[in-house]
């Protein structure tokens, strides 16, 4: 069964609110996920499901559970493109890391062709990421660096 881009995105927001669906089974076998305005440590393309997979499973297994969250806000927008959604998600809770509260907003564009994400563009706050991270200070030098 093909779903529908808005059917995807909803996939994805009831994934980032902590039920069991796979992230990288969303995509497509080519499909690309990039981050515009990553964070330090956090590359800026994956490309592929497989490495979309590869990069997840990375992070699950090296840290395990470091956000606990207490709820998300989603809201789907459909385009004029009838294969683009645009996801607004913020979930919020507390870091495991820093043992503050966090809020952590994100946009994602989403192209969906055939049922999978081909392309998906997610626009996370990078500072709110860092601060839930622990990393403000890389977040600081990076920013700080010259040239």
């Known amino acids: 069964m093909s779903r529908s881009p808005r059917e995807v995105a909803e996939r994805v927001a009831r994934m980032v609110s902590g039920e069991a669906l796979s992230f990288a089974d969303m995509f497509a ?77 994100a946009v994602g564009v989403i192209r969906v062709r055939d049922g999978e994400i081909v392309h998906y563009d997610d626009y996370m706050d990078p500072v709110a990421l860092s601060a839930a991270l622990g990393r403000t200070p890389q977040l600081v030098a990076a920013l700080t660096r010259e040239g």
């Open 29 to 105: 076998a080519d499909g690309v996920l990039t981050y515009p305005f990553a964070a330090p440590g956090t590359p800026a393309e994956l490309r592929g499901r497989e490495t979309i997979r590869e990069h997840f499973a990375a992070i699950a297994d090296g840290s395990g559970a470091i956000l606990d969250m207490a709820g998300i806000d989603s809201v789907i927008r459909e385009t004029d493109d009838p294969e683009v959604v645009v996801a607004e998600i913020t979930h919020h809770g507390r870091s495991r890391i820093t043992g503050k509260p966090y809020r952590i907003a």
